[in-house]
């Protein structure tokens, strides 16, 4: 006669795999994805007139990616690092020059009289832009209005704008303001190489 094997209680397992797996979850850590941080302006009022503005040509600033990550601004080839100061000197155009944008006399509440430059800098990229490109060219521009930014506030309040109060910094935002338009990515490189 045959001896009858004995059998295995399977019950047991499945308690361990789930313990295994309930462990795995809770100890795994996951990446999340950060997007760019940045404030939209607030959508108009329906029934606010749109008054089309006309942009002089010396108030724009052409930053242009190309596809192989080529970087141009005011229609000269740069490297990443020099961005920065470039779009500081286009955005405060300390003596005053033709060529770079012109500004305009604004009362900022809480302020008085101060002389507001009208400059825009234009992102343009190509479809074929790298991400690195995009966010390296992205963070450069936000280093120069942020930068804009604390000198005036050093200047007016001797603190960066970071440590200002509130109505400080709404008041650092007029007189400083983060004109950056960026426009639906495109073919750009058969323009410029």
């Given at each position: 006669?045959?001896k009858p094997?004995p059998?295995i209680?399977?019950?047991?397992m499945a308690?361990?795999?789930?313990l295994?797996?309930i ?17 939209l302006?607030p959508m ?7 008054e089309?503005?006309?942009i ?6 052409v930053?242009l990616i ?8 005011g229609?000269?080839?740069?490297e ?9 000197e286009?955005i405060t155009n300390p003596?005053n ?9 604004k009362n900022?509440?809480g302020?008085?009289p101060?002389?507001?430059s009208?400059?825009v800098?234009s992102l ?12 390296q060219v992205?963070?450069e521009?936000?280093k120069a209005?942020?930068e ?10 001797g603190?960066?704008?970071a440590?200002?109060d ?15 338009s960026?426009?639906?990515p495109?073919?750009v490189?058969?323009?410029r190489?």
């Amino acid at each position: 006669m045959a001896k009858p094997t004995p059998e295995i209680n399977a019950g047991s397992m499945a308690d361990i795999a789930f313990l295994l797996l309930i462990f795995f979850l809770v100890t795994t850590s996951m990446d999340v994805d950060k997007g760019i941080q940045r404030r939209l302006p607030p959508m108009p009022d329906e029934n606010q007139k749109v008054e089309a503005e006309q942009i002089n040509k010396r108030n724009i600033m052409v930053v242009l990616i190309n596809r192989s990550d080529r970087l141009f601004a005011g229609g000269q080839p740069m490297e990443i690092y020099m961005l920065k100061d470039k779009v500081k000197e286009f955005i405060t155009n300390p003596a005053n020059l033709p060529n770079l944008p012109e500004k305009k006399e604004k009362n900022i509440e809480g302020f008085g009289p101060y002389m507001v430059s009208r400059a825009v800098v234009s992102l343009q990229n190509d479809r074929g832009t790298s991400y690195e490109a995009y966010i390296q060219v992205q963070n450069e521009l936000m280093k120069a209005f942020n930068e804009v930014r604390d000198e005036f506030a050093m200047q007016h309040w001797g603190k960066k704008y970071a440590a200002l109060d509130e109505t400080q910094q709404e008041i650092a935002r007029e007189a400083i303001p983060q004109n950056i338009s960026e426009q639906e990515p495109r073919e750009v490189t058969k323009t410029r190489r």
